[in-house]
């Protein structure tokens, strides 16, 4: 579901940051777990080792706007 849905924003030309990555898994682990799923939500780095682990489906790149390149 994660993948999908990140793909999908992805060639739609929104990628997700981290911190969108995150906010999305918040929100399926919270709406599947309830309120057994803490309120703090995933850990600061499971979306770095999620992206890792998942780095043939799944890229990081490092965006810089327009202006900075004329």
């Known amino acids: 579901v994660v993948i999908s849905y990140a793909l999908e924003l992805a060639c739609w030309g929104h990628p997700l940051d981290h911190q969108q990555l995150k906010e999305h898994v918040d929100e ?5 777990l309830g309120s057994k799923f803490p309120e703090e939500g995933i850990g600061k780095r499971w979306t770095y080792r999620f ?3 998942h780095l043939d489906r799944l890229h990081v790149f490092n965006a810089s706007s327009l202006d900075t390149l004329r």
């Open 28 to 32: 399926i682990c919270c709406s599947r």
């Open 51 to 53: 992206v890792a682990q």
